[in-house]
């Protein structure tokens, strides 16, 4: 059974804190995504990794950066946690090649930043 | 940018009711996907369709990819309480996917 785990279900942070979102993938997948869903605004794409040390910006990268030293896990960082960043942050992974559109994701992190 | 607009936003209906929800785009696919995500939980794929004009059905749910293959539609006969949740349609660019805005379905008992 295929598996994306996100290492918290709720986190609640300050505004300046920097926040670390760690997502793990027991597939072997190349890829991996970080999403932030909003009410009414699907998801949307704050930044990819390709391969490891490989990451490219998605569609709202500011504010956000990323790490994957490892092939299994991604990190999502907030340097200084804003109340703007206050959302679900949902973290996928898929294949190369055949199928490589299929996403597999986490249960997602809740983050209240106040 | 590929755009997906989803109609409606939300929808609650009563239990045993038909329902159609709406997928669009200006933009070609090569293929769309749906998804439903359920509270607390993660997106998960329901279906992808590939090819214009294609119908494919996952019991109760019936997929359809517009000719032109820049639409979907979603319909669920006699909807149960066990579909109420978030229904995304997703289409392919590269390795990435481009998710629309959604349809949150309430079914009523």
């Known amino acids: 059974d295929v598996k994306v785990t996100q290492s918290s279900r709720y986190l609640v942070k300050r505004t300046g804190e920097k926040v670390f979102l760690e997502c793990v993938q027991d597939?072997?997948?190349?890829?991996m995504f970080w999403y932030r869903q909003d009410p009414g605004l699907g998801l949307r794409l704050i930044y990819f990794?390709?391969?490891?040390?490989?990451?490219e910006k998605g569609d709202i990268p500011e504010g956000y950066s990323v790490s994957r030293e490892k092939k299994e896990r991604f990190s999502l960082i907030l340097e200084s946690a804003s109340t703007n960043q206050t959302s679900m942050y949902l973290c996928?992974?898929?294949?190369?090649?055949?199928?490589?559109?299929?996403?597999?994701f986490g249960a997602g992190t809740r983050l209240s930043v106040l | 940018t590929q755009l997906l607009e989803q109609s409606p936003q939300f929808l609650s209906i009563q239990e045993g009711e038909n329902l159609t929800v709406y997928c669009n785009s200006s933009?070609?696919?090569?293929?769309l996907q749906w998804y439903r995500q359920e509270p607390g939980e993660g997106p998960v794929l329901l279906v992808t369709v590939v090819t214009g004009g294609e119908v494919k059905k996952l019991k109760r749910l019936t997929f359809q990819f517009g000719d032109a293959r820049k639409d979907s539609s979603l319909h669920i006969t006699a909807a149960q309480p066990g579909d109420t949740g978030l229904y995304l349609c997703?289409?392919?660019?590269?390795?990435?996917?481009?998710f629309g805005t959604g349809t949150r379905l309430t079914i009523i008992p």
């Open positions: 933009s070609v696919f090569s293929s």
């Open positions: 990794s390709y391969d490891v040390k490989m990451k």
């Open positions: 997703a289409g392919p660019r590269n390795e990435k996917l481009t």
């Open positions: 996928a992974s898929s294949r190369t090649g055949f199928g490589k559109n299929i996403q597999y």
């Open positions: 597939m072997d997948h190349e890829n």
